[in-house]
């Protein structure tokens, strides 16, 4: 199994600003998403972090909003853009290897005041 | 598309008694079914899967899961157990597509009693 870090682990950020949080595998996978987990609820999927390439969004979710990066085939960063209260969430990226299990970093949460 | 539904928000069990928490699915391709576990104040563990072959799937920890094709449900049971197994359990699918999306049922937060 893939073993998955982010960092930070927590943070609590002004309204207006911005948030970078990196997501780190220590193996090679071959796909890695970002979760979002609004309090009290389930996970709902971001979208799919591309090697090399712009990521693929899920409906009501957009570029501008949580621009992602994936420069090699173990790192990937989410930022959270131009932050509002209603951005208060976990947010969990999670890697996939050759099979159909996704592993999941340990989540960062973010409060947004 | 996919969905899951897990129909019990929380489900209260006394030490050493059995539990069923209970997942069902609709999709029109077929799924791979998982259950993950999110302890408090951590991340999703993976409990347990079933990708083929036996329908009964098993953990390290004493849970099991049946995939039931024609009820379309994945439920999940332990026969006895602990106050350690208090947590947020998350029933989720993920067609056979390659896409590897996983899509998550609302969640049953097990609360174990002494």
């Known amino acids: 199994s893939a073993v998955i870090s982010q960092k930070p682990s927590r943070d609590i950020c002004q309204r207006g600003t911005s948030l970078t949080i990196q997501c780190q595998v220590d193996s090679q996978v071959t796909m890695m998403f970002w979760y979002r987990q609004q309090p009290g609820q389930s996970l709902t999927l971001i979208a799919t972090a591309n090697q090399g390439s712009e990521a693929t969004y899920e409906s009501g979710f957009v570029i501008d909003k949580f621009p992602i990066s994936r420069p090699n085939l173990t790192f990937s960063t989410l930022t959270v853009s131009n932050m509002s209260p209603e951005d208060s969430s976990i947010y969990l990226c999670?890697?996939?290897?050759?099979?159909?299990?996704?592993?999941f970093g340990p989540g960062t949460r973010l409060l947004v005041l | 598309a996919q969905s899951v539904t897990q129909l019990d928000s929380q489900v209260p069990v006394f030490e050493e008694a059995p539990v069923e928490l209970r997942c069902n699915y609709s999709?029109?391709?077929?799924?791979?079914l998982f259950w993950y576990v999110q302890y408090p104040n951590q991340g999703l563990q993976l409990l347990l899967k079933y990708l083929s072959g036996s329908t009964l799937v098993e953990s390290i920890n004493g849970f099991e899961a049946e995939f039931n094709k024609s009820q379309t449900s994945f439920h999940l049971r332990k026969p006895s157990v602990h106050i350690s197994d208090t947590a947020e359990y998350f029933c989720?699918?993920?067609?056979?597509?390659?896409?590897?999306?996983?899509?998550f049922g609302s969640g049953t937060r097990l609360l174990v009693r002494p």
């Open positions: 989720a699918v993920t067609p056979m597509d390659s896409s590897y999306k996983l899509i």
């Open positions: 999670s890697g996939t290897g050759l099979g159909e299990t996704q592993y």
């Open positions: 999709s029109s391709v077929s799924v791979y």
